[in-house]
């Protein structure tokens, strides 16, 4: 028991880890050639005259405390964890935040395409969204580790800022740009989102206060959960997650509407010269009701608990307990839940013709818990017409994070990419990396162009003078 409860605290802590991911990587921004840029600023329009793009994956993952080589160490050719019986955990404990935030999203472009009408260009997509959120105090990582001691005084532990939020929906996007004038473009996107699945957990109060003999919790909060099926009560009139029937869920089954926009424009103060900006994915989703509504009072006394992971407790018995401090009803209130908004500012200087660029991004993301920013540097390569290469350095709240690097291939309407913000370049012994986010982009598109016109000379010059003269 105490293996499967320590190997789930990792597992879970490794692959819920997100920090500042978005729905397309930073390092696209400047990618210009790649139809789907029009994601990171509906300001830019394609160069190609007709797109069509087929499904396309963005994963993103990372935290604001902790590097994966914190977690998972190589001691003697095994992997551990500070959560694994007699693992040191002390060093893990020092460099973790008062509040590791925790945030993930992964986006599943289904279909996309879009074409140029004169200076008018028009897109479409329909995408999957996930994104999910999670906060822990450090009190909890150390109550996991630690627990409470039994012979020393008695220790106390705020875990009230702990939250949980994940939410899932289906976007269609209408998007709309154009080329005002020869250095001027600006665009715009309605968004109209499908709410699936939308869980939070918040408390006003947590507390664990007391000595391994006994220790009393104090808390108060709530919780709310919504899914695109049916969750039926047990007997007691808790929700009975054990028996859910799959005919009862379905991705087809929206619990929400609402609405998103994006704006953006682009201006060439030179020739070589081109400043940007854009607000992307600022919006709602207005759910039609919550399927579960729970409320958490609790003010309960344990005997001869430690809590720590690997503290011989019998944490059945604890659920149990704490289960008579949840209260829940069915077919709660409707409800709004907001979107992660981004504000992105960015600049290109061009030489050689447009063959280099170098860029710079600053991406502010707003979080209805907490507002965050990114600034990229970038140098985009355009030596061939068939290759598009990026290469960039990112700056996450004021820390220095890894290389990201961009690939872009053309042959002919076949465009394909791949990108990351975060490659690791830095490793712990054991090839484990030292990264406190990664995110990867890749995608596949039929672009085509007409020809172009070829330029004559003037009129004048080229047709022969009428009879007569």
């Known amino acids: 028991m105490r293996f499967h409860i320590s190997a789930c605290i990792a597992i879970a802590i490794l692959f819920s880890i997100a920090g500042n991911s978005v729905a397309q990587t930073n390092t696209l921004y400047f990618m210009d050639k790649i139809p789907g840029r029009t994601?990171?600023?509906?300001?830019?329009?394609?160069?190609?005259?007709?797109?069509?793009?087929?499904?396309?994956?963005?994963?993103?993952?990372?935290?604001?405390?902790?590097?994966?080589?914190?977690?998972?160490?190589?001691?003697?050719?095994?992997?551990?964890?500070?959560?694994?019986?007699?693992?040191?955990?002390?060093?893990?404990?020092?460099?973790?935040?008062?509040?590791?935030?925790?945030?993930?999203?992964?986006?599943?472009?289904?279909?996309?395409?879009?074409?140029?009408?004169?200076?008018?260009?028009?897109?479409?997509?329909?995408?999957e969204k996930v994104v999910s959120s999670a906060s822990i105090p450090k009190d909890m990582f150390r109550l996991l580790l630690e627990g409470v001691n039994q012979n020393s005084t008695s220790q106390h532990f705020d875990l009230s800022s702990l939250a949980i939020d994940a939410t899932a929906y289906v976007e269609t996007s209408f998007g709309y740009a154009r080329q005002v004038t020869p250095r001027l473009s600006v665009g715009g996107k309605l968004k109209l989102l499908f709410g699936q699945l939308n869980?939070?957990?918040?408390?006003?109060?947590?507390?664990?206060?007391?000595?391994?003999?006994?220790?009393?919790?104090?808390?108060?909060?709530?919780?709310?959960?919504?899914?695109p099926g049916k969750i039926y009560a047990d007997k007691e009139g808790y929700p009975d997650f054990a028996n859910m029937h799959g005919d009862d869920f379905g991705p087809t089954k929206f619990k929400g509407t609402g609405l998103g926009i994006d704006a953006g424009a682009a201006y060439k103060l030179t020739k070589d010269l081109t400043i940007s900006a854009a607000i992307t994915d600022l919006g709602f989703i207005h759910w039609q009701k919550s399927d579960w509504e729970g409320s958490v009072k609790a003010n309960t006394t344990f005997n001869n608990m430690s809590f720590a992971v690997n503290g011989g407790?019998?944490?059945?018995?604890?659920?149990?307990?704490?289960?008579?401090?949840?209260?829940?009803?069915?077919?709660?209130?409707?409800?709004?839940?907001?979107?992660?908004?981004?504000?992105?500012?960015?600049?290109?200087?061009?030489?050689?013709?447009?063959?280099?660029?170098?860029?710079?991004?600053?991406?502010?993301?707003?979080?209805?818990?907490?507002?965050?920013?990114?600034?990229?540097?970038?140098?985009?390569?355009?030596?061939?017409?068939?290759?598009?290469?990026?290469?960039?350095?990112?700056?996450?709240?004021?820390?220095?994070?890894?290389?990201?690097?961009?690939?872009?291939?053309?042959?002919?309407?076949?465009?394909?990419?791949?990108?990351?913000?975060?490659?690791?370049?830095?490793?712990?012994?054991?090839?484990?990396?030292?990264?406190?986010?990664?995110?990867?982009?890749?995608?596949?598109?039929?672009?085509?162009s007409a020809p172009k016109k070829k330029v004559h000379k003037q009129q004048a010059e080229q047709t022969p003078p009428p009879p007569g003269n």
């Open 39 to 127: 994601g990171v600023n509906p300001g830019f329009i394609p160069s190609q005259d007709f797109y069509i793009s087929l499904p396309s994956v963005y994963a993103g993952m990372g935290n604001n405390s902790f590097a994966m080589s914190d977690l998972l160490k190589s001691v003697n050719g095994s992997t551990v964890t500070p959560f694994d019986k007699g693992a040191e955990y002390q060093s893990f404990l020092h460099i973790l935040k008062p509040l590791t935030e925790i945030k993930s999203e992964a986006t599943l472009s289904i279909l996309g395409f879009g074409f140029r009408k004169n200076k008018n260009y028009f897109s479409f997509g329909l995408s």
């Open 313 to 448: 407790n019998d944490f059945g018995a604890v659920l149990d307990t704490l289960k008579q401090s949840l209260h829940f009803k069915p077919n709660g209130s409707a409800y709004n839940s907001s979107l992660t908004a981004h504000v992105k500012v960015g600049a290109e200087y061009s030489i050689l013709k447009d063959k280099i660029g170098f860029g710079l991004l600053y991406d502010s993301r707003f979080a209805s818990s907490a507002t965050s920013g990114t600034i990229t540097a970038s140098a985009n390569l355009r030596p061939l017409s068939w290759i598009n290469l990026s290469v960039g350095y990112s700056l996450i709240n004021n820390e220095g994070s890894n290389i990201g690097a961009g690939l872009n291939i053309i042959a002919g309407p076949f465009n394909w990419y791949v990108i990351t913000d975060y490659l690791p370049l830095s490793y712990a012994e054991g090839g484990i990396p030292k990264m406190k986010q990664c995110n990867v982009q890749t995608g596949i598109s039929f672009a085509f």
């Open 199 to 227: 869980t939070k957990m918040s408390f006003s109060q947590l507390s664990l206060s007391g000595t391994e003999a006994q220790t009393t919790m104090t808390g108060a909060g709530t919780m709310r959960l919504s899914v």
